[in-house]
């Protein structure tokens, strides 16, 4: 069974862009799950999604959004960057809400 | 004071030594997450508990929910143990992913 894949795995944007970073759970998996990982503030829960409907939201800005497919793969984007949104952006799996959770490999992103 | 607590910050051992990295909080749980971070960024989920303990291969995870505090064993480490070892917790109330996280355990194991 293929893995949690993250795409783009590199990323380098300029202050003010946006950007879509995409995420595709194991096959059969409905639940996905966004962290953000800094060096300062380490890891950091952004969002969860089950079925297409957001579960759960931390505490991020509006600039922070996401989405879920029907086939349960997921995107998040952030609009109007700032260098402290530079950071390793991860993503994970389950089966349903209150599962073991499988990540992705993440995506770093570099905001210049 | 951060919800959840990791000693210790960092670890220095000799090949085949036994490891213990402790993990507290202060909240109510409904599970807790052991996770191994290698430099890269990939995140391995170890173990998941919400009572006891559990084993696999070389590493025990367990977890008092009274004294709200869970232990990370590795027996006959290795240098390939070498990583951050990440303790984070699902608090209780309704089905949710949302995982709050430990600072990590940087652990380096020397042959």
């Known amino acids: 069974k293929a893995g949690v894949t993250q795409t783009p795995r590199y990323l380098i944007k300029t202050r003010g862009q946006q950007v879509t970073l995409s995420c595709s759970p194991i096959?059969?998996?409905?639940?996905v799950s966004w962290y953000q990982q800094t060096p300062g503030q380490g890891l950091q829960f952004l969002f969860e999604?089950?079925?297409?409907?957001?579960?759960n939201k931390g505490n991020f800005p509006g600039r922070f959004s996401g989405r879920q497919f029907s086939n349960s793969r997921s995107e998040m984007n952030v609009s109007t960057l700032e260098l402290g949104d530079s950071a390793l952006y991860l993503c994970?799996?389950?089966?349903?809400?209150?599962?073991?959770?499988?990540f992705g490999p993440g995506t770093r992103l570099t905001v210049l | 004071k951060n919800e959840v607590e990791q000693s210790p910050q960092n670890l220095t051992a000799q090949e085949g030594e036994f490891i213990t990295i402790n993990c507290s909080y202060s909240v109510g749980i409904s599970a807790l997450h052991w996770l191994q971070q290698h430099p890269g960024g990939g995140i391995v989920s170890l173990f998941m508990?919400?009572?006891g303990k559990k084993k696999h291969g070389r590493l025990i995870a367990t977890i008092n929910i009274q004294e709200k505090h869970s232990s990370l064993h590795i027996t006959a480490s290795h240098p390939r143990d070498s990583a951050v070892y990440i303790c984070a917790v699902s608090r209780n109330g309704g089905a949710t992913n949302k995982l709050i996280f430990g600072t990590g355990t940087l652990l380096a194991v020397q042959p």
């Open positions: 096959s059969g998996h409905r639940s």
């Open positions: 508990l919400s009572s």
């Open positions: 999604y089950f079925s297409e409907t957001q579960r």
């Open positions: 994970a799996s389950s089966l349903k809400s209150n599962n073991e959770q499988f």
